[in-house]
């Protein structure tokens, strides 16, 4: 008997670009689950990949979302709010670097490039953060996305892994915020998975196959891992879990370089 433990929860998922996404695992996850959600997609070019997948787990709300753009972000809380007239959980899945920047040293990084990276990729977290509380009025949770690569210094990461390191760092002070109105914010760090904007790391390969090598359990992660864990921390089994980073890569964080 599959457990139901969403059903009637409300979510928000921002980040699916196609199949092999990890909001895609998270969002199947939590449809299964019994949550209902409302899906984003990026732009016109991305939609067609993202239409089918919201459609395939019945999502009532599919908006599109840039999240530099803060009328698209408005309209949709204003839909999410004239629809549900509140919200449960939320996934904040994306992340951005020039690719110049993130091919560079890190000292090497343009201004430019720095300030966009860090817009998208950790800054965003929170202004979709403002926008949700009102609408947690019972509670909820708040998740978004980092890698080893915020903590420990991870070849070719490079910018990309100071932004997850402010990223993580912006999540543990928004939970100490919103732990008053009981709403938990975590941060899934999954192993490496061979997602579209793992293609623009140097080496991904060779770092995606070392990474289930050196883990204890020596198994790749996939995006299914990623969702079933996601599923528990948004669901009410988890009300005491916050401000967490938690690892979902076979224990590969454990272990010395």
């Given amino acids: 008997m599959q457990n139901k433990n969403l059903s009637g929860k409300k979510g928000l998922i921002i980040g699916i670009a196609n199949n092999s ?21 990026l732009n016109d070019k991305a939609k067609p990949y993202v239409q089918p997948l919201a459609e395939q787990v019945d999502a009532p709300i599919l908006m599109p979302l840039n999240v530099v753009d803060d009328v698209q972000l408005q309209a949709l809380f204003d839909e999410i ?28 990084s343009s201004r430019e490039g720095f300030l966009s990276a860090i817009d998208i990729s950790c800054h965003s977290f929170a202004r979709i953060a403002k926008l949700a509380e009102p609408l947690m009025t019972d509670g909820g949770c708040m998740l978004t996305t980092s890698y080893y690569g915020g903590e420990k ?6 910018i990309m892994g100071a932004i997850k390191a402010s990223l993580e760092g912006l999540s543990k002070y928004m939970a100490a ?18 997602t579209r904007a793992a293609g ?19 198994s790749a992660v996939s995006i299914h891992d990623v969702g079933a864990y996601a599923k528990f921390l948004v669901s009410d089994e988890a009300r005491f879990i916050t401000g967490n980073t938690v690892y979902i890569d076979s224990g590969y964080n454990i272990m010395a370089p």
């Fill in 200 to 218: 623009g790391i140097k080496g991904f390969e060779e770092l995606h196959k070392q990474s289930y090598q050196k883990a204890p359990l020596q």
């Fill in 153 to 158: 210094v991870v070849e070719n990461y490079n």
């Fill in 81 to 108: 709010t004239q629809k549900w007239g509140k919200l449960d959980f939320l996934l904040h899945a994306i992340a951005f670097a020039p690719l110049e920047d993130l091919h560079g040293r890190v000292i090497d």
């Fill in 177 to 194: 915020e919103l732990g008053e109105k009981n709403i938990r914010v975590n941060t899934l760090s999954p192993g490496p998975i061979p």
């Fill in 21 to 41: 996404s990890i909001a895609w695992g998270c969002a199947n996850a939590f449809r299964d689950a019994g949550a209902e959600l409302a899906i984003t997609y």
